[in-house]
Nanobody, 120 residues
Framework: QVQLVESGGGLVQPGGSLRLSCAASGSIFSINTMGWYRQAPGKQRELVAS???????NYADSVKGRFTISRNNAKNAVYLQMNSLKPEDTAVYYC??????????????WGQGTQVTVSS
């Protein structure tokens, strides 16, 4: 069983920065694309950024130029550096990973979520 554990959320003032981390543990065979999603109250969960194993990235238009996703394949970890934070970035942020097992089956794994609040 593979688990994802996030850390790094919290309260920050507008214009501030936060760095989220997510690490996978358990019986890991291979993790392909990893990403960060967020869900604000009353809204659907949305993709913030994703990164493939080879390092190709994809960002939501609302965070381009402010957020940077990166990963460490050796540690099965993914990070999200968030700069110039805005109140509208307030949400629960979830880590996601596409785990491929030894039988080449793909499982979408989710972390438990970490709260990010941007407020003065």
């Amino acid at each position: 069983q593979v688990q994802l554990v996030e850390s790094g959320g919290g309260l920050v003032q507008p214009g501030g920065s936060l760095r989220l981390s997510c690490a996978a543990s358990g019986s890991i065979f291979s993790i392909n694309t990893m990403g960060w999603y967020r869900q604000a109250p009353g809204k659907q969960r949305e993709l913030v950024a994703s990164i493939t194993r080879s390092g190709s990235t994809n960002y939501a238009d609302s965070v381009k130029g402010r957020f940077t996703i990166s990963r460490n394949n050796a540690k099965n970890a993914v990070y999200l550096q968030m700069n110039s934070l805005k109140p509208e970035d307030t949400a629960v942020y979830y880590c996601n990973g596409q785990h491929i097992d030894s039988l080449m089956r793909i499982f979408s794994i989710w972390g438990q979520g970490t709260q990010v609040t941007v407020s003065s």
